[in-house]
């Protein structure tokens, strides 16, 4: 277990964190795989990918870390239901504590390609579709798998790539842009490898559409390259991961979707100086910051039931405050004139 006392280890960050990655999830293994494995496990809460481990990675990708912050490296990817599934607890830990927390994106590259997978968990396309069916009711959270039986992707390798690109201009908007594209595949069953999507994203998200697309199709593909080389390096072979830094060492790390008091444990146990910031659970300030909230986003902002959340907002749109959008197994809430 981790405790309290942390020492000067004459190892690197990277010894560290593969070590206690490893430590929290026994399915990691050193060996050779000569076919990846796509395993999504709802009642795990985590997607699974097992591949061949890069080669190692220069520390340098880790130099940018916030001195005054706990740093959060978030392993995730923009088809990852589970981390659709933390949606809630990341928005209000951004809320209570983003003056404690810096949280970095990170793509895992969930699926590389169909053409590579040939047995077991998820397989095919239509594996997907039935995972996501059974992981929304669990998670609270609205998914339509359609997109998998309609207009299926063929790797989730694009939209990471995009989301990179977004960073390259703006972390803020790249967050944005990330939220947007996850609403188009696992709402709108938009398959988000297309360009047109992609685009329109970018433009939602307030970027400069034609330097996104220089980047996306340049260098955007090796920054995205570092991510996975870093991510193999380390241990990281499930989605959601984070991975809680201070000073340049690995404090803690937290694996799957796990309840918000999880999150608020790891920050506090690092910083116990850490001071929970009271935000306004009005309706309004919550949709001002979250222009888009699904029913369980909006509960666990406001702190109040699923049930209690769904007749509040049912009510906001009977005042023509919200708009609500219907999807297959969920809501999603808009906050009118919002784009």
């Known amino acids: 277990m981790l405790n309290q006392n942390h020492h000067t280890l004459d190892i690197t960050l ?9 430590l929290i999830n026994p399915n990691n293994s050193n060996k050779m795989n000569k076919n990846p494995l796509l395993n999504c496990d709802y009642e795990k809460g985590v997607c699974e990918v097992l591949e061949t481990p890069a080669q190692e990675t220069s520390s340098e990708q880790l130099k940018d870390l916030s001195a005054d912050k706990i740093h959060i490296i978030y392993y995730t990817d923009p088809i990852c239901s589970s981390c659709w599934g933390i949606e809630p607890q990341l928005r209000k830990l951004k809320l209570e504590y983003g003056d404690y927390v810096d949280v970095d994106y990170r793509m ?28 929304s009711p669990y998670y609270k959270m609205p998914i339509d798998g359609g997109v998998w039986l309609e207009d299926p992707l063929n790797s989730s390798y694009p ?40 685009e329109k994203a970018a433009s939602l998200a307030k970027l400069d559409v034609e330097q996104w697309k220089q980047d996306y199709e340049s260098s955007a593909q090796l920054e995205f390259k570092k991510d996975l080389d870093l991510g193999r390096q380390i241990g990281v072979r499930g989605f959601p991961t984070l991975i809680f830094v201070k000073d340049d060492e690995m404090l803690d790390v937290l694996y799957g979707s796990k309840p918000y008091a999880d999150f608020e444990h790891r ?10 910031n009271i935000y ?5 300030k919550l949709f001002s910051i979250y222009p888009t909230l699904t029913t369980q986003e909006f509960a666990v902002l406001s702190n109040i039931s ?11 749109t ?7 959008k219907k999807v297959k197994n969920g809501d999603l809430w808009i906050l009118n004139n919002h784009k």
């Not at 990277?14 to 490893?22: G, P, R, Y």
């Not at 699926?111 to 396309?125: F, R």
């Not at 306004?280 to 309004?284: A, D, Q, Y």
């Open 14 to 22: 990277f010894t560290i964190l593969s070590l206690f990655i490893n």
């Open 108 to 135: 895992g590259g969930l699926l590389p390609s169909w053409d590579i997978y040939n047995s077991g968990g998820i397989s095919k396309p239509s594996d997907v579709a039935i995972h996501w069916e059974e992981v």
């Open 159 to 198: 939209p990471s790539i995009a989301v990179k690109a977004a960073q390259m201009q703006d972390k803020n908007k790249a967050v944005t842009f990330l939220r947007i594209i996850r609403e188009m595949v696992f709402l709108d069953k938009l398959n988000i490898t297309k360009i047109e999507h992609l």
């Open 267 to 276: 920050v506090k146990k690092i910083n116990p100086e850490a001071k929970k």
């Open 280 to 284: 306004s659970t009005e309706w309004e």
């Open 306 to 316: 699923f049930e209690k959340a769904l007749e509040a907002l049912q009510n906001l």
């Open 318 to 324: 009977t005042d023509h405050k919200i708009t609500r």
